[in-house]
């Protein structure tokens, strides 16, 4: 028996579709546009499986009834006053406030008390939702129609944990802002986007449980996760959580001490038991040791991006800094393709600039004579809108 659930995405849909992509076939994600996603799977998911996604900001169970015929029936003998919120996408706000009276209306007739949290009718975010407790003492319901008019509804399981991610973001002892922060919603979708998700097809451990409920909390601690420019170690950080081994790598002495000093603030604040890290400084330019090479390991990395910029360079500053960045990723790429295995892939970010026009890295083709192929769409971009440079992932697999 198939399940149905409504994803709704983050602020980069492409993004975030690829990376559900992961962990779900072509064949289970029917439809999909800038706002949500509905996938339809024979496996259960649970609350926690939120919690392994950078890209999606919410997940309802789809109702077949009417939002007013399931609170009614999920609440008809409940005590008390029952919060409840609706958040409606590509819907007029009318209709959202016409949707909440209806709501309250036929909950009073059936002698059931309750209240709306939304403020002045708008719709409902994660905050709200947790603030609320509506999870846990009432219903966030979430209504979504597609441009051809068709509408789902649903039940929310899970909503984004954001106090979780702003202390993995703002906490970590060593945050070095030069060299730009890559937010960890974007090193959890690079994470499962290089490891491939959760390997269900492989039947990895870790994946589908027994009992047909997708567990997707913890990764396969065989699968060793390497970041090369590791920075302030962000992507180990996130893939630690998902369960894997790290190793991280860097050029500066400070990144490496420092990448350090994160991850065992990160063990200790997120009580993460098993994973293992390793950290050492090495130039990536530069063959790796032999020993890292492994069928289980997969590199996932924001390479050096030059320096910040706070206008579009001219086009000689353009010129000369993916020319630099040409050679740097060429060495990378030929000596990571010693230590991959077939089949073991690279996420990584490149720069692109953000004028009237998109400026891309020239050298991401090239790059593929040292055995790859491209498995991500084009332009998977990470960007603000009033940022001068943005990121662009690029998923390469090893033939
Ligand atoms: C944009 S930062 C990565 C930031 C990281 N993702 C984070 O969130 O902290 C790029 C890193 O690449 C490192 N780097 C630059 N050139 C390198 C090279 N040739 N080999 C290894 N690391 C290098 C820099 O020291 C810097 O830490």
């Not at 929310?156 to 202390?167: F, G, H, P, R």
């Not at 065989?222 to 991280?248: H, K, Q, W």
């Not at 910040?308 to 800094?321: I, M, N, R, T």
Request: proline content about 3%; overall charge neutral; charged content about 30%.
């Amino acid at each position: 028996m198939k399940s149905r659930y409504l994803f709704i995405l983050g602020k980069t849909p492409d993004l975030s579709v690829f990376e559900l992509a992961q962990f779900f076939t072509e064949n289970e994600i029917v439809f999909w546009d800038e706002e949500f996603a509905i996938v339809e799977t024979d496996m259960e998911i649970e609350a926690d499986f939120l919690n392994r996604l950078g890209g999606t900001v919410a997940i309802a169970r789809l109702l077949d009834e009417s939002l007013e015929e399931f609170l009614v029936s999920e609440f008809k003998d409940s005590e008390g006053k029952i919060p409840f919120g609706i958040s409606a996408y590509g819907m007029r706000d009318f209709e959202r406030k016409k949707l909440l009276l209806s709501c309250k209306k036929v909950l009073k007739s059936e002698g059931v008390s309750c209240r709306f949290v939304n403020k002045d009718f708008g719709n409902l975010n994660a905050a709200q939702v947790k603030a609320e407790k509506l999870l846990e003492k009432g219903a966030y319901l979430i209504m979504t129609r597609n441009l051809n008019g068709r509408e789902y509804r649903g039940m929310a399981i899970a909503v984004q944990d954001v106090d979780a991610y702003s202390k993995r973001d703002y906490d970590k002892p060593f945050r070095d802002a030069r060299m730009g922060m890559l937010p960890p919603k974007l090193a959890q979708m690079m994470t499962n986007s290089g490891v491939g998700g959760a390997k269900r097809a492989e039947g990895a451990e870790g994946a589908e449980g027994a009992e047909g409920v997708l567990r997707l909390c913890s990764g396969s601690s065989a699968v060793r996760v390497f970041d090369p420019f590791c920075g302030s170690g962000t992507v180990l950080m996130e893939a630690m959580l998902a369960g894997y081994n790290v190793i991280g790598s860097d050029i500066s002495e400070d990144c490496v001490k420092g990448t350090r000093k994160n991850l065992e603030w990160f063990e200790k604040e997120f009580r993460i038991s098993g994973g293992q890290f390793k950290v050492f400084q090495h130039d990536a330019s530069r063959a790796f040791d032999e020993k890292l090479k492994d069928e289980n390991i997969c590199i996932v990395t924001e390479g050096y991006l030059g320096p910040p910029q706070s206008a579009v360079p001219s086009e000689d500053v353009q010129k000369k800094l993916f020319h630099e960045l040409i050679q740097l990723y060429d060495n990378f790429f030929q000596n990571a393709s010693k230590i991959l295995e077939r089949g073991a892939r690279i996420c990584i970010t490149f720069p692109f600039f953000n004028g009237r026009e998109k400026i891309f890295f020239p050298g991401k083709k090239g790059l593929k004579r040292f055995g790859f192929e491209i498995v991500s769409p084009e332009e998977l971009l990470y960007f603000r809108r009033n940022q001068v440079m943005g990121r662009e992932v690029v998923v390469f697999r090893r033939i």
